[in-house]
């Protein structure tokens, strides 16, 4: 999911890849903008550079936590004393526990405790307190974002509380062609997207489907609802 939106938003963007290691982060930075660059030639506007976790947050405006569950409330609490109410961070977690061939919805666990009742990005707001926390992005395939080829007509459902926070990230959304953001309530509400995950990866196993998305279309025309 990194490597997606690193690739999509260099467009226009200045991205900055965090990394437990510098070594990484600057390895991983130059592999993507050399992608990048060969993709968007002279329309790239943006640029893609790395940094360590703790070093990203003075250099940022929008952190984006595309972490596996277990690093990522870890990696928040290593960044969080950079981060100030102006921020905003939006979390791409789904958590989730592969048994069989089949994938089901698992709370992350904290200081050893299973985080039962609430979603990913109600931890991360848990641990980052006034700092404002937009869920989005658990139902974009990360191989089509990936692919610059592709072109993505898939809906991006965002939850959370902070309006300042959900308009940057509906405009980061649709900075992204063919991505429509939609907004689905308050932040609790991540627990319901969150699991929708593993059930298209099932949906994929289960059916042969290619990476299926979530599209969200009236069911009966306009019309049909008028007196």
């Known amino acids: 999911m990194g490597r997606g939106l690193a690739l999509r ?60 569950p277990k ?29 069989g061939k089949l994938f089901t919805h698992s709370p992350i666990i904290v200081d050893g405790k299973v985080s039962s009742g609430k979603s990913a990005a109600e931890l991360v707001a848990d641990e980052l307190e006034d700092v404002p926390v937009v869920s989005a992005f658990q139902t974009v395939p990360a191989s089509y974002l990936g692919d610059l080829d592709s072109v993505l007509n898939i809906d991006v459902l965002l939850s959370g509380h902070d309006e300042r926070a ?27 997207v969150e699991s929708i995950t593993p059930l298209l990866l099932n949906a994929a196993i289960l059916n042969n489907l290619k990476d299926p998305s979530i599209r969200i279309v009236p069911w009966f025309p306009s019309d049909f609802m008028e007196e």
Do not use: C
């Open 166 to 192: 959900l308009k940057i990230a509906t405009k980061l959304v649709h900075d992204i062609p063919n991505l429509r953001a939609l907004r689905v309530g308050p932040l609790p509400n991540s627990r319901m």
């Open 71 to 99: 690093h990522a409330i870890e990696t928040v609490r290593q960044i969080k004393d950079k981060l100030t109410p102006e921020h905003v961070v939006v979390s791409t977690i789904a958590p989730m526990v592969k048994e």
């Open 9 to 68: 938003w260099a467009l226009m963007h200045e991205v900055w890849l965090g990394s437990r290691r510098a070594e990484k982060a600057e390895a991983v930075s130059r592999e993507y903008g050399s992608v990048a660059r060969g993709f968007y030639g002279n329309r790239m506007n943006g640029s893609i550079r790395g940094a360590l976790n703790p070093d990203i947050p003075p250099l940022v405006e929008v952190v984006v936590v595309t972490l596996r």
